[in-house]
């Protein structure tokens, strides 16, 4: 294997735990059964705090990272770089 692959495969592996934990730390919007009649419309609209908003962009930049990587490690697999 190539040290390329070697490194987007490791890589992959990091950003998928980070990606695993940064979701579970989302605060969860679910109110159970109230949310199928209409109790949960209240809850949905307060304002998300700033540590919920770097949480956010924490998240998507890790989702965007692990997207490129899957897509390399492809393409390395496919070409044979």
Known sequence: MSVML????????I????LVLSILLHKG????????FGGGISTSMRSSGVAARNLNRITVGVALVWGVVV???GLITKYGA
């Open 29 to 36: 919007k679910g109110g159970g059964i109230s949310d199928m």
């Open 15 to 18: 950003t998928s735990v980070l």
């Open 71 to 73: 897509v390399l490690i």
């Open 6 to 13: 070697i490194i987007c495969e490791v890589l992959l592996v």
